[in-house]
């Protein structure tokens, strides 16, 4: 390469080849000159966009400058394109033309997915917490149709990563591969049974071995609560009943057809009418669990999706 030809490809006055953006103006840029085209007017151009004159000026100087043209002449009559100004000017129209057009595409984008909301949530977060933060949300978003999908802490995982869901709700002691996570509430587990149960008459707290070896009325593997459990104790005897409801898991329980672990959230009701009895418990870690909103990593809620993590969090 000679001397002439590095120094042409290394002048600072050039854009970098290769590089659109450097080379063609902002759309800023060119829907002043369209303004200025159809007012023949700087000033009114600048009003018009809602900028001072002089910034006006400078945003054609510096276009002027990038493409290497001059645009416009100037003059205490008024401004007024020159002969490249306006063959500019028209290119520009039609590239400010097709900005409009990928604009109302994008916002078209936008209001559907903003028209609705695909929720999965674990059960007890289902049940219990869900109702009052969508009851929030249709207050914030009356035109959003939002849609539940209620399973166990792994069935959530799989809907979001499968792209069933804008949004989950899991009850595990981790987060799920592929997945995001921020917590939003924090629960615990206690020991219930029916009044009938032979443990509510026991003098002692029970023992963590004893619950531990008891065919107990659980959740199905899965499902947070049991993978809370299983840790905490180190394992589980064979349950007594498998369900795949807390609300089931919660009646069974009433019955008196065994003991169970269950959410603090969920049994309120059943311990305030004494239907079902808390038995205390000894010799194990606190059975508490972080109660997590979930995402595909590296995607960050938008929308609807946004503004109910926004009302879990006020929550």
């Known amino acids: 390469m000679s001397s002439k030809e590095r120094s042409e490809s290394t002048d600072p006055t050039q854009p970098p080849p290769g590089m659109l953006a450097h080379r063609v103006p902002d759309l800023g840029a060119l829907e002043l000159l369209l303004a200025v085209a159809r007012l023949g007017s700087l000033g009114a151009a600048a009003r018009e966009l809602g900028i001072t004159q002089p910034a006006a000026s400078s945003r054609i100087r510096s276009m002027e400058r990038q493409l290497g043209l001059a645009l416009v002449d100037?003059?205490?009559?008024?401004?007024?394109?020159?002969?490249?100004?306006?063959?500019?000017?028209?290119?520009?129209?039609?590239?400010?033309?097709?900005?409009?057009?990928?604009?109302?595409?994008?916002?078209?984008?936008?209001?559907?997915?903003?028209?609705?909301?695909?929720?999965?949530?674990?059960?007890?977060?289902?049940?219990?917490?869900?109702?009052?933060?969508?009851?929030?949300?249709?207050?914030?978003?009356?035109?959003?149709?939002?849609?539940?999908?209620?399973?166990?802490?792994?069935?959530?995982?799989?809907?979001?990563?499968?792209?069933?869901?804008?949004?989950?709700?899991?009850?595990?002691?981790?987060?799920?591969?592929?997945?995001?996570?921020?917590?939003?509430?924090?629960?615990?587990?206690?020991?219930?049974?029916?009044?009938?149960?032979?443990w509510v008459r026991r003098r002692r707290p029970l023992a963590a071995e004893e619950l531990a070896a008891t065919p107990l009325i659980l959740r199905e593997e899965g499902s947070g609560t049991r993978q809370v459990l299983d840790a905490a104790l180190g394992g589980l005897a064979r349950p007594l009943i498998e369900l795949s409801s807390t609300t089931a898991v919660k009646a069974a329980a009433v019955s008196g057809a065994g003991p169970s672990v269950l959410s603090e959230l969920a049994v309120g009701e059943e311990l305030s009418a004494r239907r079902l009895v808390r038995i205390p418990l000894e010799g194990a870690p606190p059975l508490a669990r972080d109660l997590r909103a979930v995402w595909p990593s590296g995607h960050l809620p938008v929308g609807p999706a946004r503004d109910l993590l926004g009302l879990t969090r006020s929550a």
Do not use: K
């Open 74 to 198: 100037r003059s205490p009559r008024g401004s007024r394109l020159t002969a490249t100004g306006a063959l500019v000017t028209d290119w520009a129209r039609r590239v400010v033309e097709a900005a409009e057009e990928f604009d109302a595409g994008a916002q078209a984008l936008r209001d559907r997915r903003d028209s609705r909301l695909r929720v999965a949530a674990s059960m007890t977060i289902a049940e219990y917490l869900l109702p009052r933060w969508l009851i929030a949300l249709r207050a914030a978003r009356p035109d959003t149709a939002v849609s539940l999908l209620a399973g166990n802490s792994a069935a959530v995982a799989e809907r979001l990563l499968a792209g069933e869901a804008d949004l989950g709700f899991v009850e595990g002691l981790s987060v799920p591969a592929g997945l995001d996570a921020t917590v939003i509430a924090h629960d615990h587990l206690i020991v219930v049974a029916a009044p009938s149960h032979p």
